[in-house]
């Protein structure tokens, strides 16, 4: 941020007193004001109604509240919360995702088969889905969609969005006007998820005359035509996105068994940058709901009357990724330790609240085919770590940090400060890691800054930590397969690791739907991943929180723990 | 005369391109790829390579950097500034579309800072008690110490979410400037206010004022006729230095009271390295300030009657 600059410039421009104490007098004047006004905030206190549940009631505005922004109403273009969340409630897939059990259900396609190889999947649409601006739904659109959404239009300044969650796409075959076949270069089985995916970039349709206009005129959010339970009313960046009801919408997912239009009569997304705000404009009742609740603010609120619901982000875990060619974490016995090596216990005390899990595998207990590892390799146990450490040679230095061969056992960690949970978390970590003798060196930045040193973090990090949301065990595949994400940075000659095993392993992720079979491969993938090889250390399972007022029902999270509100209704008669 | 407007009409100018130059020197010398910064940053080592290119020749970024400078700079001096990398929004629309917003708050904030600096050089002149007068004068030194986005959140906890008195965010009408505007004037009248009150003291000591007291006028008199008229005018050259203070005291303003606005818009577009809207900004910014610097230095030979003599014997030599 650059308050301290804003201060610092003040101050710099500002005549110097020549008195020093009208200085001390202003310092105090300062406190006093700040503490007076500290103390009638603090004094006294609201509740919100008490939760009067019953019959959904229709009609209503939403005041919604979250961090971010929608860049541009385009909703297959956007990395930010905003903008897919958005994007959910204006756009339908051609899937469901159960977000309890994982399975692929129907929603703008009726039923789906596929070849054995995986690489072509037929979709049967719904023959009564029209877009807003009553243009029939069909395969024609489905097959304009995907391919400007996996190859982009120059000439538009379209950017291919997709081309990282549909790899290898060929084209979209439309042998009638219902029927959609999507072909691919490769087996792709997690293109079936893929075809539901509601997270970042998302494959939402678009009527053909959205489809033609270029970036620019897509930032007039009117022009934007969806097939959703909601349209745009309006969009203004940094401010807010108004969604009305979209008049004669009746093809909520079938799951959600919600017949008909959606409850709400509009919805308005409001940007809120401050967690103070936020939280404040919950309880003066200017809203209705707020996304991004901190985790100190969850206690106090829930105190206060307000729920607090939360899912977690179903994917990879917050974790460590090992850059397996530098040292010293080119060492199997230095990732074992780390691994080892942390109180998951303090983690939880200190720093997570009840909506953030402690991980217990690189994939979330969400996605399908997860593994617990919490009782072996995820388990603190310091002494193991020592004893691995002392067995690979690692001797204690003189400051406590270990070294071998006349070199110290420092790890450089490179990691993303825009969940507030992250920082402190690793530092938990630093500090256990400290009494085993690794010294880890946290460097936690702002986006930017880290999109920058990715570039170098084959040569400079032994360690990137983050996550991706994707509620498939191919995720483990597209992360760390040495032919695609290649996380660890793993090359033919990488010592202790047979990459051949390993890439036969991930790539058996893309091969079957079966779920027996899917099942066992997650687990072979995740055998290796975390505890052969040890190429991550999981360390918590991040979680989208909303806090409410005891009035609004039925916000829902998806498989991907982004919000639909189809369902969603409020009986405070505003 | 002529020569003395051509010289600060020059160094404007100047000061406009090198803004832009040095505006795009950092925003490439910054080690992020504007590319990169389009996609998920946990996706990033799995984006195949040929998309990243496709994506930088959809912006020109693949271009020599030496060719993307000169065809910024040939597009800006048309006021061209091309679309927004992050949103596809033409340029000059977004700054536009949130300019009003902070030109209202920003102008409203000036006002308001300016009437307290006088407020407080007036009271810090007319008063005989030494403690109410140094503790008076300590009050610039207190506004530009307290922290934006501490007094602006204080100020919404007490008359937003206690009292009710004013919406908490966003920009509707009157009532949703009140608490942003003053939380803005306050750090921006500080200096003014300490520069009005040291003028205040020194023309007070000088020899015309002593006249006017010999004359016989009142004390309020002096202060109101004689020095507030003399010690306001170098306030003036302070102009660009409380615009700077107002624009960079608006990036907090609207970020806490969630305002829209060319601090906002300004901060995300670093963030984000959205070359083209940064270049766009810093342009325009720093054609206003140049402006601002231009008039007043325009207007002091107007005012000041011994800078228009220096003036004319130098343009007769």
Do not use: C
Not at chain 1, 532 to 550: F, S, T, W
Not at chain 2, 56 to 75: K, M, S, T, W
Not at chain 2, 192 to 199: E, G, M, P, T
């Amino acid at each position: 941020m650059s308050d301290a600059d804003d201060l610092r410039s003040s101050i710099e421009n500002a005549t110097r007193s020549r008195r020093r104490w009208p200085w001390i007098a202003g310092a105090a004047a300062a406190v006093l004001l700040v503490a007076g006004i500290g103390f009638a905030v603090t004094r006294g206190g609201t509740s919100s109604s008490a939760a009067t549940s019953g019959e959904p009631v229709r009609g209503g505005t939403l005041q919604f509240a979250l961090i971010d922004y929608q860049r541009s109403p385009d909703p297959q273009w956007g990395t930010n919360y905003a903008e897919s969340l958005i994007g959910n409630n204006v756009t339908d897939k051609l899937t469901w995702q159960d977000p309890d059990t994982g399975e692929i259900t129907p929603w703008l396609a009726e039923s789906w088969e596929y070849n054995d190889a995986l690489t072509e999947f037929t979709f049967r649409l719904r023959k009564d889905v029209t877009f807003s601006d009553g243009t029939p739904f069909d395969s024609a659109a489905v097959k304009a969609n995907y391919d400007q959404y996996v190859r982009g239009d120059e000439k538009l300044g379209i950017s291919p969005n997709g081309a990282t969650l549909l790899p290898g796409y060929i084209e979209t075959r439309t042998p009638d006007p219902y029927t959609a076949v999507v072909r691919f270069e490769k087996p792709l089985a997690s293109f079936l998820q893929a075809s539901s995916f509601t997270a970042n970039a998302q494959p939402g349709f678009l009527a053909l005359s959205t489809l033609k206009l270029n970036a620019e005129q897509r930032t007039d959010p009117t022009k934007v035509i969806g097939t959703g339970p909601f349209v745009y009313e309006s969009w203004e960046s940094q401010v807010k996105t108004v969604l009305v009801k979209r008049k004669g919408y009746n093809w909520a997912p079938p799951a959600l068994k919600h017949p008909g239009e959606a409850y709400l009569d509009k919805i308005v997304f409001n940007t809120i940058p401050e967690a103070s705000v936020r939280t404040g404009s919950l309880e003066s009742g200017t809203i209705d709901a707020t996304l991004d609740v901190g985790t100190t603010d969850e206690a106090p609120l829930e105190a206060k009357g307000y729920e607090i619901i939360h899912r977690g982000v179903s994917g990879t875990a917050i974790l460590f990724n090992f850059n397996t060619q530098l040292f010293p974490t080119d060492d199997l016995a230095v990732r074992k330790a780390i691994q080892r090596g942390w109180d998951r216990s303090a983690v939880e005390k200190t720093v997570l609240t009840d909506s953030y899990k402690i991980a217990t595998s690189v994939i979330a207990p969400s996605v399908q085919g997860y593994a617990d590892y919490s009782g072996s390799v995820l388990k603190y146990d310091p002494d193991a770590a020592r004893k691995l450490l002392d067995d690979a040679g690692w001797a204690p230095g003189p400051d406590g940090i270990r070294v071998k061969d006349g070199k110290k056992l420092t790890v450089k960690l490179l990691g993303i400060s825009n969940l507030v949970v992250n920082k402190p978390a690793y530092e938990s970590v630093q500090q256990d890691l400290k009494k085993i003798g690794v010294d880890l060196q946290l460097t936690v930045v702002p986006i930017p800054d880290y999109a920058a040193n990715v570039a170098k973090a084959k040569t400079d990090w032994n360690v990137t930590a983050a996550n991706r949301s994707r509620n498939d065990a191919a995720v483990l595949n597209l992360q760390y397969n040495p032919e695609l994400g290649n996380s660890n940075f793993l090359t033919a000659d990488s010592t202790g690791i047979d990459v051949p095993e390993l890439t036969a392993a991930l790539g058996k992720l893309e091969t079957t739907l079966d779920p027996a079979r899917r099942k066992e491969f997650a687990k072979a993938a995740q055998d290796l991943v975390v505890d052969k090889y040890a190429l991550v250390n999981p360390v918590y399972d991040p979680a989208q929180v909303i806090a409410h007022a005891g009035y609004v029902h039925g916000i829902l999270f998806d498989a991907q723990s982004r919000n639909h509100f189809v369902n969603t209704w409020k009986n405070d008669g505003k | 005369m002529p020569r003395y407007i051509a010289l600060k009409l020059g160094r404007a100018v100047f000061v406009v391109w090198a803004a832009f130059t040095v505006a795009f020197v950092l925003l490439f010398v910054l080690p992020a790829d504007p590319v990169d910064l389009l996609f998920d940053p946990a996706e990033l080592n799995s984006v195949p390579p040929e998309v990243k290119e496709q994506m930088a020749a959809n912006y020109g970024f693949n271009e020599p950097v030496i060719v993307q400078y000169l065809d910024r700079l040939g597009h800006a001096l048309i006021l061209d500034f091309g679309n927004s990398v992050q949103s596809g929004q033409p340029v000059l629309r977004a700054v536009v579309d949130v300019l009003p917003s902070t030109l209202v708050l920003a102008a409203a904030a000036l006002v308001l800072a300016v009437l307290i600096a006088f407020g407080v050089a007036l009271a810090a002149t007319s008063t005989r008690r030494v403690w109410l007068r140094n503790l008076i004068e300590a009050l610039p030194s207190g506004a530009v110490s307290v922290p934006v986005f501490l007094s602006g959140i204080l100020m919404l906890q007490v008359f937003s979410f206690r009292l009710g008195w004013f919406p908490s965010f966003g920009d509707g009408g009157f009532r949703s400037l009140v608490l942003p505007l003053i939380t803005l004037a306050i750090p921006v009248s500080g200096p003014i206010a300490q520069l009005l009150v040291r003028n205040f003291t020194t023309e007070l000591h000088s020899g015309y004022v002593t006249t006017s007291w010999a004359k016989g006028s009142t004390r309020a008199g002096i202060v109101i006729r004689d020095v507030f008229r003399n010690a306001s005018l170098p306030a003036l050259t302070i102009a660009g230095i409380t615009f700077g203070n107002l624009i960079a005291g608006s990036v907090i303003t609207e970020t806490v009271f969630a305002r829209k606005g060319i601090g906002r818009l300004t901060q995300t577009a670093i963030n984000t390295l959205d070359v083209p809207l940064v270049a766009g900004i810093v342009v325009l910014v720093a054609a206003t300030f140049a402006l601002i610097n231009l008039i007043v230095d325009l207007i002091y030979p107007v005012l000041d009657p011994r800078l228009r003599a220096t003036l004319a014997a130098g343009g007769s030599r």
